[in-house]
């Protein structure tokens, strides 16, 4: 599981457990594999899950705008008033799922979360920016994006591993919740960077100045 949303998991445990929320959905798209991470999420305390099953040569060219129409209309379907995710991938560091299903779903924002309060109807979130932290106010319903210092992710023990092969997995189709997920990029080509020339150590100053000269550097 990407860290970031077993971050994001392990809040929304953490939420039940003080009884804020009333059950955890955790969704995952993507081929039959997906389904481990399902039930990882089962073992650390979410109630049941949802495997948006799309095929692998798809899952290739699955991207934040496509996922975050799956989410959107999953939180229309369920009916959920908190969306909780990890703020980036860490294969393409898109960080951008959360952010879109906000707006798809024309919800408030938390996004780079470090730290989550439930006031009411209202969430207090302090927010890693890249002057120091802020602290904002969201109403809910909304999407929350988790950073790495929200928390740290509880080890799924035995009896919980057991437990989770028994609750709940839905599979669905993104056609089943009217979403396209054809994918509007297309990759042009994919070149690895130049490699780096060996360097050369040199025992004094003006053997440096000398190779300087040689390179036409100087």
Known sequence: MNPFCEIAVEEAVRLKE????????AVSCGPQQCQETIRTALAMGADRG???DVSAKDAETLGPFQ???????LAKKENVNLVLLGKQAIDDDCNQTGQMTAALLDWPQ????????VEGEKLIVIREVDGGLETISVKLPAVVTADLRLNEPRYATLPNIMKAKKKKVDQVKPSDLGVDITSRVHILSVEDPPQRQAGVKVETVEDLVSKLKESGRI
Do not use: D, P, R
Request: aromatic share 4%.
């Open 50 to 52: 949802i495997h948006v």
């Open 18 to 25: 003080k009884k804020i929320v009333s059950e955890i959905i």
């Open 110 to 117: 938390a996004t780079f979360a470090s730290e989550v309060k």
């Open 67 to 73: 996922v975050s129409k799956v989410l959107a209309a």
